[in-house]
């Protein structure tokens, strides 16, 4: 009988091990794709949309895929601007207007001329209907100026124009858009006629898979490749699938480049656009006065946080929040808040505290704060979480700030910050290296990655100054200023800036955009890298 | 023996789960125009963009309106628009679906039937080697995760030894003629249904182990055996059917977590399954797609339920006398 | 019922060695400060350190030593599994042990409340149960116990209906026996089994949870647990650290959960006489 047993239990050996052979026929790879010259991309979520301009999920990745099949009016490469359907363009100081004039050889996919009325219909079109990644509605009127010129009226001095206007809104085909009345419900084929150098040819949305042939006839010349396809990977895997030659490119975690490089594969180390931010309630007692803040900055030793928790892959953050590799960066703010617990002491018994055994109190109440941190680590990669919190909790109180940790779900966190209810809080944000306008957004804005200070006069006017400078120079000057004077208010204390790592194995030329792809999307994948402009 | 009070039973249990899947992911922090929109600093938030997204998503509506709107269009068959992919729930949840069903129904299949097996097999040897060798080698791997049991999988397997493909269900783009196609999916399938089966079967084999343990100290037991039953007919046709009445309970059980159990594992793999989906629906709080994705939950556990009261009968004509 | 756990466990082989290695788990986690130098949340300076004989088990991504965040963390990991397991299988008993003996319109409320909180992902209820109330060991585990019982309390209403059935049960009954008396002598003895197996399961799964909980960041940031090790660890499962951060940490929850059974089999044999041979 225990035979019997045996031999049954053999069976289900048998049976189990079935997943083995059928993990073993790994023999026939994709042979046509690989003769036919594809460059597969790996992403971690896989997913960003249906890739037409309305209906992709607005993140930077959901951009890039978009940007593949849809042209804007110029383009940037890793210095500077270039001419995309706009071969030229100027600005008329004296009327406040820009004059565009376009390639004359440009073609929709689906065989349509490419003229000046589409551009008009691209401002008008997306005055009505909202344009998640810029908004027209700074353009007094568009005209055009026969089939290949097209003038821009601006309603007023507008410094962001052509950063956003020019090189991220995407043109429409007016006669394919004009009929549409819900623009993100328009996902059809015919959503996809661009006149960009890629055409899609098939998207799931389950397995997060992209795929893109090339636009032989794209007018700045051939892709390099054949076909281009998304496909999705999880982090843990990227480099795996490098090495088994499963993709071309991909993000890979900080601690492979090292081994990754001595493997012969090319690693770009990425601009630092995304920032770590201690949010302050600067409504709250006692983060509402400067010194405060400032105490906060001198207590947090933010090379100490680079070091530890980003196995130094970052750069400690500037008190004038532009990353120092920005060319917008004031240099004079650097030095302003070294890790000093003497100094925030110092700060913090200025303001009437006093330190009773290792805690400051005031009128026999102790002084205490929550920091809130999400936990998931769910976000970008280096984004703050419980291991940044307990490190800033044992910093403050060494100076003699108790603090109490909380961990919440990201999102929820999020809405406690918006809603004003937290005293410190951890969270972060990209778009850095983008046009400085940012700056106005994470400082005055009401999103809760700002932070929504408008206490100090001099800095708001600042901000709404720099936007007007069209010349660049000047601009930069205010830009510096608007930095030294975020750095003494200290509105929110800029912690660290995360390095991002991508690896790719040569076969195309990738680089990091001049103030990223777009709007500032920080991601090597321009698509004039797949393009052969000499041809 | 289906009668009016079950209908009654099961509709009243329905229309509390409609109000739960309505009333939950409203209740949770954020909103969804800051979670969908919020973390991305790119993205121009004008008030028109803005004003043009809250009425596109009803959020202008009161939670009563939109509450009356939800039941209606339920009523109609519509599930509604997701907000974050911009296509309807229905759509999302049939893409997914498929998938889920596939890998954790597999996983169940196998792993109910294999632990049925060992349990009984296990139980009527008890305290002999192989039971102990059975017992003390599931007891080390119910010890672990699946997503560690997965992880562990998938570095072995897919990152060391390079056999199984790495992410996903399927290759993109190969597509040539359906047996590599199916033999592809297989592969995919291999590493994820090995560590759900690996993670459930210890449960399985527990119970029935244990029930067969219980069971084969009644006296019927010994009339069979004196009666000179074979070994496998006393151990299936009499006592094995006892243990089959937890094992098909806790078998329905997990089937109630059909829809969102195999998260992790998903995860890990990325797989296209329910869990993820769920899993991003909640980042984004993307209130039409969690309310469909609770609705396919909420209905699987009540047909199961349905099944599982239906089947005890079969099984162990006693129970209905209970009701 | 005069039962000798004790001496039940030590005639038993496994029980044996299951209360052997509870023990010396309790005794490691109780006198972690004497087996490790260094404190769970003590940043070492040294990152990703192989072990060694100064960091045994080698260090994490921030520099903590593992084998003293192994230690501290068996006191979490069976703090809040055991309170979690005895919480949800009393839970358990109680709902699916009333609706067995009620019966009738009591069971269809309660086995339909059970269908309700199953059809609920665990994830939204501990969003929500996160963002209203601070996370701490005892929250945790009222919080865990809420997930657990209903699958419990079905199984224990599926068993007891069968043993309620049973011959000496309902010549119980005619003799008249009280229900109470009947659950406490007859039915909670008979469902001994089951409810061992609950436990354990439960406890498996208030672990797991637990790790998932951590997962979606809404865990106590400040207290280290093996399933909070596990989810750090598995980030850099791309490195080789996987081997002496995530193996160890899995190790011993597999060894507590083999322990805690072997006990429990050993104990069912006490509770249940019929078992002996």
Redesign the interface.
């Known amino acids: 009988m225990t035979g019997r047993l045996y031999g049954i239990l053999l069976i289900i050996a048998l049976a189990v091990s079935l997943v083995v052979p059928l993990a073993g026929c790994g023999g026939q790879k994709e042979k046509g794709t690989q003769a036919e010259n594809t460059y597969t991309v790996a992403d971690a979520t896989g997913d960003w949309g249906f890739p037409s301009p309305y209906a992709h999920y607005f993140r930077g990745p959901g951009y890039i895929r978009m940007s593949l099949i849809f042209d804007t009016l110029l383009w940037k490469n890793e210095k500077e601007y270039i001419p995309a359907l706009a071969k030229s363009w100027e600005y008329n100081a004296g009327e406040n207007s820009y004059t565009f004039s376009l390639v004359e050889n440009a073609t929709w996919h689906d065989g349509s001329k490419f003229t000046a009325r589409d551009v008009v219909f691209t401002i008008d079109y997306t005055k009505m209907h909202p344009y998640q990644g810029v908004s027209a509605g700074v353009v007094k009127k568009a005209e055009a100026l026969g089939d290949y010129r097209v003038k821009m009226y601006l309603d007023r001095p507008y410094a962001p124009f052509l950063e956003y206007i020019g090189g991220t809104l995407p043109i429409l085909p007016e006669h394919i858009w004009k009929d549409v009345g819900s623009p993100e419900k328009f996902q059809q084929e015919k959503a996809l006629v661009g006149t960009g150098p890629f055409i899609l040819e098939d998207y799931s949305k389950e397995q997060g898979s992209y795929l893109y042939r090339a636009n032989r006839e794209y007018y700045q010349g051939k892709p390099a490749v054949d076909r281009i396809r998304f496909v999705k990977m999880g982090s843990q895997v990227m480099a795996a699938a490098l090495r088994q030659k499963q993709a071309s490119a991909a993000q890979v975690p900080p601690e492979l480049g090292g081994a990754l490089d001595e493997e012969g594969f090319f690693i770009l180390a990425g601009k630092h656009d995304w920032v770590a931010k201690l949010m302050i309630n600067h409504q709250r007692e006692p983060l509402n006065k400067k010194e405060f803040r400032q105490a906060l900055a001198f207590a947090i030793d933010r090379q100490a946080l680079v070091g530890t928790c980003l196995r130094g892959h970052g750069l400690p953050g500037s008190p004038g929040l532009i990353p120092p590799d920005s060319p917008w960066y004031n240099a004079a703010v650097e030095n302003q808040y070294p890790h000093s617990p003497e100094r925030a002491a110092l700060l913090i018994k200025g303001l009437g505290y006093e330190k009773k055994g290792n805690f400051f109190e005031k009128n026999g109440r102790a002084l205490e704060l929550e920091l809130l941190v999400s936990g998931g680590g769910q976000g970008s990669p280096g984004a703050p979480g419980d291991r940044e919190g307990e490190m800033i909790k044992g910093q403050l109180e060494k100076v003699g700030l108790k603090v109490s940790l909380r961990s919440l779900e990201s999102k929820t966190l999020d809405s406690r910050v918006a809603e004003g209810q937290y005293d410190i809080a951890l969270g972060g944000h990209g778009g850095l290296g983008g046009d400085p306008e940012m700056l106005n957004r994470m400082i005055l804005d009401k999103g809760f990655n700002s932070a929504r200070y408008q206490d100090s006069q001099e800095l708001n006017l600042a901000l709404k100054q720099q936007l007007t400078l069209m010349d660049r120079e000047s601009r930069r000057e205010l830009v510096g200023k608007v930095q030294e004077i975020y750095a003494r208010e200290m509105p929110a204390l800029p912690l660290y800036y995360p390095t991002w790592y991508w690896a790719h194995d040569g076969r195309a030329p990738l680089y990091y955009t001049l103030q990223g792809v777009g709007s500032g999307v920080p991601i090597p994948l321009n698509k004039m890298a797949f393009v052969n402009q000499n041809d | 023996m289906i009668n009016r009070g079950y209908c009654i039973?099961y509709l009243?249990?329905l229309m509390?789960?409609l109000t739960?899947n309505f009333m939950?992911?409203r209740?949770?922090?954020?909103?969804p125009l800051?979670?969908?929109?919020?973390?991305?600093?790119?993205?121009?938030?004008?008030p028109?963009?803005k004003e043009?997204l809250i009425s596109?998503y009803s959020l202008d509506l009161t939670q009563a309106g939109q509450f009356r709107a939800y039941i209606g269009s339920l009523l109609r068959g519509d599930l509604g628009y997701s907000y974050?992919?911009?296509?309807p729930v229905a759509a999302?949840l049939l893409?997914?679906f498929p998938?889920t069903a596939l890998l954790v129904g597999l996983a169940l299949c196998i792993s109910t039937g294999?632990g049925l097996?060992?349990g009984i097999?296990s139980g009527y040897?008890r305290?002999r080697t192989?039971d102990?060798l059975l017992?003390?080698g599931f007891?080390?791997?119910?010890?672990?995760?699946d997503?560690?049991v997965g992880?562990?999988l998938?570095?072995i397997?897919?990152?060391t030894l390079?056999?199984?493909?790495?992410?996903?269900?399927?290759?993109?783009?190969?597509g040539?003629g359906w047996a590599?196609a199916l033999?592809d999916g297989?592969?995919h399938l291999?590493l994820p249904?090995?560590s759900l089966v690996l993670a459930r079967l210890t449960?399985t084999y527990?119970?029935a182990r244990?029930?067969m343990?219980?069971t084969m100290?009644e006296?019927f037991i010994m009339t069979a055996r004196s009666k000179g039953c074979s070994?496998p007919a006393v151990r299936y046709r009499h006592a094995g059917r006892?243990s089959l009445?937890?094992v098909v309970?806790?078998a329905g059980?997990q089937l109630?977590?059909l829809?969102?159990g195999a998260?992790?594992v998903e995860?890990?793999?990325?797989y296209?399954g329910m869990g993820a989906l769920?899993?991003n629906a909640?980042?984004t709080?993307d209130y039409p797609l969690?309310q469909g994705i609770?609705l396919l939950?909420?209905v699987t556990?009540?047909t199961v339920?349905l099944l599982v009261d239906l089947l005890?009968k079969r099984i162990?004509p006693?129970?209905a006398?209970?009701? | 019922m005069h039962i000798n756990y004790w001496g039940e466990i030590k005639r038993d082989s496994l029980g044996r060695a299951g209360m052997g290695t509870l023990v010396v788990l309790a005794l490691l986690a109780i006198g972690a400060p004497i087996v490790s130098q260094y404190q769970p949340a003590e940043y070492t300076g040294a990152i990703f350190q192989p072990p060694s004989s100064q960091y045994w088990l080698g260090t994490n991504d921030v520099g903590q030593d593992i084998w003293a965040q192994l230690l501290y963390g068996a006191r979490t990991s069976l703090l809040i599994g055991s309170g979690a397991a005895l919480l949800s299988t009393f839970f358990s008993v109680l709902a699916g042990g009333m609706a067995a003996v009620l019966g009738g319109f009591g069971d269809r409320v309660l086995m339909r409340a059970v269908d309700a909180l199953i059809a609920v992902p665990p994830v939204i209820v501990a969003i929500l149960a996160a963002a209203y109330f601070r996370p701490g060991a005892s929250m945790l585990i009222i919080l865990l116990s809420a997930f657990l019982w209903p699958g419990g309390a079905r199984l224990i209403r599926s068993q007891a209906l069968s043993v309620k059935e049973r011959m000496h049960i309902a010549a119980a009954r005619t003799f008249g026996s009280s229900w109470p008396y009947l659950i406490r002598r007859h039915i909670i003895p008979d469902l001994g089994p089951v409810l061992t197996a609950i436990l354990v399961l439960n406890f498996r799964r208030a672990v797991f949870m637990e790790a998932g909980l951590s997962f979606l960041g809404v865990a106590d940031p400040t207290v280290i647990s093996w399933g909070k090790m596990m989810q750090q660890a598995l980030k850099f499962s791309y490195l080789e650290v996987w081997k002496w951060w995530l193996l160890p940490a899995g190790a011993a929850l597999s060894m507590t959960i083999a322990a805690l059974t072997f006990t429990g089999f050993a104990l069912e044999k006490a509770i249940n006489p019929r078992l002996k041979k």
Do not use: C, K
């Open positions: 039973n009243l249990a509390v789960i739960l939950l992911p209740l949770m922090p954020g909103d800051q979670a969908i929109y919020g973390d991305e600093a790119m993205i121009a938030m004008t028109e963009l043009e596109r974050y992919y911009n296509v999302v893409g997914s998938w294999l097996f060992l097999e040897r305290g192989v102990r017992l003390g007891m080390w791997i119910s010890g672990l995760p997503f560690f992880m562990l998938l570095l397997f897919g990152v390079g056999l199984v493909p790495l992410a996903g269900a399927v290759t993109p783009y190969t040539q590599p033999i297989l592969r291999a249904l090995a449960a527990l119970l244990n029930t343990i219980t100290g006296p070994g006892n009445l937890p309970t806790a059980l109630s977590h829809i969102t998260l992790f995860i890990v793999f990325s296209p769920m899993y909640l980042l709080r969690l609770l939950s909420a556990v009540l339920n005890y162990d006693r129970v006398y209970a009701h």
